[in-house]
Structure formats: structure tokens, C-alpha cells
T-cell receptor, first 112, second 114 residues
């Protein structure tokens, strides 16, 4: 089992719709979680940090379910500019010497 | 503006040659990292350094070497021993070592072996 798993997609979504994707992680000791956004041939950029049960920033909501070991990202009122790959990242803490574990990403395509 | 710079943006190498990728940060961050990204895959950690003059191997260190002589600089050398070096290389940094802080990235270097 991969340490961090994501559905690779692509998710094809019409502009204005709501889209959600999940990420599961295997290390129950993980303490912090992130969603990064990566545009084609660019570096990843931090979208949201998820330190407790969840976090909301405008149209974006991230939720953490520790019991089931998954985090989710919800995007409301999607824009064309939201098209990107979304990377789920987990920090298991001391178990990994605080190194981040990266999912392979979920590709999102917003269509007009 | 504070940030992380990587150079060059594109690099072409002949088989059997060593090449060095530059990474500089002016964020006064303690920890720095090198990742490799291949199409359709997550980032894989090559090396990381939490303090000057110290670094540790990541998951795929074979065929790579690093140095950390200054806090702001963490160059990566891709040696001829790396069997499949064509990839997108990303440098990152974190404010404090040994924490749950997020990482920030440079723009990357795309290496192609001819």
C-alpha cells in the first residue's frame, strides 16, 4: 500500500461546479497535512495547510478524518484557473524524521 | 523579494557527464531539500539538509551528491552513476528543522540526458 494515495483523475468538471477529491494516508501517527497545487511544468505551491479537523479558505475547504485516515479537498464555484494537479502531502513527524510524504496528485480540468 | 532560485531552468547533459544544479534561498530557512519528479509520480526525496555542513540521504540518493557549506545554498550534483537522470528537479526549504512546517519550492530545473 502506498503511504499517500490519490485518485490520479483527470476530473473533468464544468465551470461553476463543485468538485471534491480525497487522499488516504497509511501512517496513523501523521500530524500535519497539506494540499499543494501544481500547474503544468511548474513547481508545487502551497494551497492549504490542515492541522486540525479542517481548514477553509474562500472557495476551498480541506477536511481531515483521522479515524479513517483521509483528507479531502472541496472546491466550490470552480474557475477555469483552478485547472491544475492537486498534491496531497502528509508529515508523519518523527516516523519520517519530519520529511513530507507526497501523493502522486489528482489532475483537475475545468471546462467552460 | 524573498524566495528560492534554481538554475539553470533547462539543462542538457551527455551520458557520462556530471552536472551541478544550483539552489539558493534568501528566506533564512534552516532546512533545504532536493526532490525529483517524474511524469505521473509524486515527488521523491533525494537529499535533505537541516543545518549547515550536515545532510542526509533521502529515498533515492544513489547517483547524486550534495553539499551545504552555506545556509542559503544547497547544490545538487547528478553524477554519471545515476542511471536515469532525465527528470524535473525541485529544491525546497523549510523555516525550521524537525517541525511540521510547510515547504516552499524553487521553480525547478528540467534535466535531459541526450
Amino acid at each position: 500500500r502506498k503511504e499517500v494515495e490519490q485518485d490520479p483523475g483527470p476530473f473533468n468538471v464544468p465551470e461553476g461546479a463543485t468538485v471534491a477529491f480525497n487522499c488516504t494516508y497509511s501512517n496513523s501517527a501523521s500530524q500535519s497535512f497539506f494540499w499543494y497545487r501544481q500547474d503544468c511544468r511548474k513547481e508545487p505551491k502551497l494551497l492549504m495547510s490542515v492541522y486540525s479537523s479542517g481548514n477553509e479558505d474562500g472557495r476551498f475547504t480541506a477536511q481531515l478524518n483521522r479515524a479513517s485516515q483521509y483528507i479531502s479537498l472541496l472546491i466550490r464555484d470552480s474557475k477555469l484557473s483552478d485547472s491544475a494537479t492537486y498534491l496531497c502531502v502528509v508529515n508523519p513527524g518523527r516516523d519520517s524524521n519530519y520529511q513530507l510524504i507526497w501523493g502522486a496528485g489528482t489532475k483537475l480540468i475545468i471546462k467552460p | 523579494d524573498g524566495g528560492i532560485t534554481q538554475s539553470p531552468k533547462y539543462l542538457f547533459r551527455k551520458e557520462g557527464q556530471n552536472v551541478t544544479l544550483s539552489c539558493e534561498q534568501n528566506l533564512n530557512h534552516d532546512a533545504m531539500y532536493w526532490y525529483r519528479q517524474d511524469p505521473g509520480q509524486g515527488l521523491r526525496l533525494i537529499y535533505y539538509s537541516q543545518i549547515v555542513n550536515d545532510f542526509q540521504k533521502g529515498d533515492i540518493a544513489e547517483g547524486y551528491s550534495v553539499s551545504r557549506e552555506k545556509k542559503e545554498s544547497f547544490p545538487l550534483t547528478v553524477t554519471s552513476a545515476q542511471k536515469n537522470p532525465t527528470a524535473f528537479y525541485l529544491c525546497a526549504s523549510t523555516k525550521d528543522r524537525g517541525t511540521y512546517n510547510e515547504q516552499f519550492f524553487g521553480p525547478g530545473t528540467r534535466l535531459t540526458v541526450l
